[in-house]
């Protein structure tokens, strides 16, 4: 009675070839998780610089509109200041 072998060289180097297009495909798969992952960093690191910049600018903004404000509360107590005067002129005081 010969048995034959259950697999032929044949058929090992077919297997080895689909192992190592396998792990080939893999390392593909590895390596553009971690392009994906290196995108997302930046993104996100881009996005913080962006709104660091959206901030500095509003700051600026709103410091603009508080030196705004100032000028005009103070030219309102001047008008009221001069109010003040006029009236205590028509009145005699």
């Avoid at 290196?38 to 690191?45: F, H, N």
């Avoid at 500095?56 to 009221?80: G, K, M, P, V, W």
Wanted: with cysteine; aromatic share 16%; charged share 30%.
């Amino acid at each position: 009675m010969n048995i034959e072998p259950w697999i032929t060289v044949h058929d090992e180097l077919w297997i080895v070839v689909f192992m190592m297009v396998e792990l080939w495909v893999e390392s593909i798969n590895i390596e553009l998780w971690v392009n994906f992952i290196k995108v997302e960093l930046w993104s996100r690191a881009l996005k913080y610089i962006y709104e660091d910049r959206a901030l500095d600018q509003f700051d600026d903004e709103r410091a603009l509109y508080y030196s705004y404000e100032d000028r005009t509360l103070s030219c309102i107590n001047e008008y009221r200041a001069l109010d003040h005067i006029y009236n205590d002129r028509a009145l005699g005081r």
